[in-house]
Antibody, heavy 124, light 107 residues
Framework: EVHLVESGGGLVQPGGCLRLSCAASGFTFSDYYMDWVRQAPGKRPEWVGR??????????EYAASVKGRFTVSRDDSKNSLYLQMNSLKTEDTAVYYC???????????????WGQGTLVTVSS | DIQMTQSPSSLSASVGDRVTITCRASQGITNYLAWFQQKPGRAPKCLIF???SLKSEVPSKFSGSGSGTDFTLTINNLQPEDVATYYC?????????FGGGTKLEIK
């Protein structure tokens, strides 16, 4: 069974930094693309960033709203995904979810399993 | 970015009803569309991918259709456990984006 557990959320002041972690189990972590998706209270989910699999050299993609401030990384030896968040803004307040992405028959990737999320609150 | 528009934003139906939720993309996305169910305080759960493929272990009462820009999610034999917010999401290009959600309630 796929299991994703996020940690590291909390209260941080504007301009501060935070590092989220996602521990994965139940599948071969290195074979999958992994994503971070966030959801502000009462809002729709918003994709944050992606780390591709080992076959694609762990290359990354980011949403425009976080590019240059957030960094997605992974350690396949630890079955873990990370999100380093710098220069945090109040609008970054959200529940942050780790999601596994699976390749469908067309070669596109969709979010097929999600963790339970960790809350990040940016406030003074 | 591709904009995803869902309708209705909220829906109230009776137990046993069939309900349909629609999703429109601002440009063609072939069939690169997923549907998610989110219950209060929980993470979204994938129901359907590739517009019409049912994720394993998801009940067959859920079905999806459409291609290009217009898509639908149908829920047959509505039950109290189906109360949730439903989101569509495209994954054709970066960034993947979500619809605004449809909040489904029981009358």
């Amino acid at each position: 069974e796929v299991h994703l557990v996020e940690s590291g959320g909390g209260l941080v002041q504007p301009g501060g930094c935070l590092r989220l972690s996602c521990a994965a189990s139940g599948f071969t972590f290195s074979d999958y693309y992994m994503d971070w998706v966030r959801q502000a209270p009462g809002k729709r989910p918003e994709w944050v960033g992606r780390a591709r699999d080992r076959a694609n050299s762990h290359t990354t993609e980011y949403a425009a709203s976080v590019k240059g401030r957030f960094t997605v990384s992974r350690d396949d030896s630890k079955n873990s995904l990370y999100l380093q968040m710098n220069s945090l803004k109040t609008e970054d307040t959200a529940v942050y979810y780790c999601a596994r992405s699976s390749r469908d028959s067309s070669g596109h990737y969709n979010f097929d399993n999600w963790g339970q999320g960790t809350l990040v609150t940016v406030s003074s | 970015d591709i904009q995803m528009t869902q309708s209705p934003s909220s829906l109230s139906a009776s137990v046993g009803d069939r309900v349909t939720i629609t999703c429109r993309a601002s440009q063609g996305i072939t069939n690169y569309l997923a549907w998610f169910q989110q219950k209060p305080g929980r993470a979204p759960k994938c129901l359907i991918f590739a517009a019409s493929s049912l994720k394993s272990e998801v009940p067959s009462k859920f079905s999806g259709s459409g291609s290009g820009t217009d898509f639908t999610l149908t829920i047959n034999n509505l039950q109290p456990e189906d109360v949730a917010t439903y989101y569509c999401q495209h994954y054709d290009t970066y960034p993947p984006t979500f619809g605004g959600g449809t909040k489904l309630e029981i009358k």
